[in-house]
Nanobody
Framework: QVQLVESGGGLVQAGGSLRLSCVAS????????LGWFRQAPAKEHEFVAA????????RYVDSVKGRFTISRDNRKNTVYLHMNNLKPEDTAVYYCARSVGDFVSRQRTEYLYWGQGTQVTVSS
């Protein structure tokens, strides 16, 4: 049984920081890529960042490059999203997802398991 549980969301002022965490359960979590997506009200899911099983490779959407950092600790089966210099347009529900293999991908269809999401609200 694969489960993903996010935490760390909240309300923050523009320019502030948050760290999201996602604990993944199931077999050999370290063998799979993990990613973060977000969905703002009335908008489609958007890819944010992804990381390979060993953490050697990462990928980001252009709008968060230089502000967000994805990392993982395989001893804790946890992936993190460090978010700095937050902007109101970052407001969304953030979802953690596990891919079907050990790669980074922007495509939702390549992620088989999803968490329930955590709300991030950035006030101006």
């Amino acid at each position: 049984q694969v489960q993903l549980v996010e935490s760390g969301g909240g309300l923050v002022q523009a320019g502030g920081s948050l760290r999201l965490s996602c604990v993944a359960s199931g077999p050999t979590v370290s063998a799979y890529g993990l990613g973060w997506f977000r969905q703002a009200p009335a908008k489609e899911h958007e890819f944010v960042a992804a990381i390979t099983g060993t953490g050697a490779s990462t990928r980001y959407v252009d709008s968060v490059k230089g502000r967000f950092t994805i990392s993982r600790d395989n001893r804790k089966n946890t992936v993190y999203l460090h978010m700095n210099n937050l902007k109101p347009e970052d407001t969304a529900v953030y979802y953690c997802a596990r891919s079907v293999g050990d790669f980074v991908s922007r495509q939702r269809t390549e992620y088989l398991y999803w968490g329930q999401g955590t709300q991030v609200t950035v006030s101006s």
